[in-house]
């Protein structure tokens, strides 16, 4: 079963700082891998994805993630952190091979709150 | 584009009634629409997913016929909670993916339900 970890549950930085949110999955076959961020009492909105091809990639809001095949990991980089992104970050995994009832079926981690100090 | 809403934003029932959630995808055709559930700081749990036209397949520990889902159209799905009870407040968040973007899922604003 596939599984994804968030090791950080809360992280503070000052505005302007550099910041990386750290995910590691577990998965025994070619992920598909997903940043979303959640403002509080909203859904979810895609940073970036990965499905193949440059293991760095860039997604809105400045943001990007490195998908590092030998570490299990699709970390999210940062580096220059505004107020606004203060929020909840979630790393997911998908299903490259998805199919019959397993058909796009995406697990998520722990998630990190992110507070940003002025 | 891709743009997925739900109604109602929140909700409040007694216990004991039953709750209707819609989730619509407002330009685009939602071959499959997942249906999650968040626990307040929690991360989000998959309850079903539904492909059109069928019956949806519930994750392990979902009692089906508490949370009933009907995907009766290819931009409609809803989730109905059965006989409420407090424990069943929650925050549901609904997705939807399209025919051969099965891997990128669009989310709602979620519904807060709480039952009293």
């Known amino acids: 079963a596939q599984s994804v970890t968030q090791p950080d549950i809360h992280i503070t930085v000052s505005e302007g700082a550099s910041l990386e949110l750290r995910c590691n999955y577990s998965?025994?076959?070619?992920?598909?891998l997903f940043w979303y961020v959640q403002s509080p009492g909203q859904g979810l909105q895609l940073l970036l994805k990965?499905?193949?091809?440059?293991?760095l990639v860039q997604g809105i809001k400045g943001f990007e993630a490195e998908f590092k095949r030998s570490q299990s990991s699709f970390n999210l980089r940062k580096p220059s952190v505004h107020w606004s992104d203060a929020a909840e970050y979630f790393c997911?995994?998908?299903?490259?091979?998805?199919?019959?009832?397993?058909?796009?079926?995406?697990?998520f981690g722990q998630g990190t709150i992110l507070t940003v100090h002025p | 584009g891709a743009v997925v809403s739900q109604h109602p934003s929140r909700v409040i029932c007694k216990s004991g009634t039953s709750v209707k959630i819609e989730c619509r995808s407002l330009d685009f055709q939602a071959t499959t629409m997942f249906w999650y559930r968040q626990f307040p700081k929690q991360s989000l749990m998959l309850m079903a997913t539904?492909?059109?036209?069928?019956?949806?397949?519930?994750e392990q520990g979902v009692e089906k016929d508490k949370f009933l889902i009907n995907h009766a159209s290819l931009t409609l799905s809803t989730l109905t909670v059965t006989s409420a009870h407090p424990e069943d407040s929650s925050f549901y968040i609904c997705?939807?993916?399209?025919?051969?973007?099965?891997?990128?899922?669009?989310f709602g604003p979620g519904t807060r339900l709480t039952v009293l």
């Open positions: 997705s939807a993916s399209r025919a051969g973007h099965y891997n990128e899922q669009f």
């Open positions: 997911a995994v998908g299903d490259a091979n998805a199919g019959g009832t397993s058909y796009g079926k995406l697990t």
């Open positions: 990965y499905f193949s091809g440059d293991t």
């Open positions: 539904s492909n059109e036209g069928s019956k949806a397949t519930y």
């Open positions: 998965y025994g076959a070619t992920p598909y």
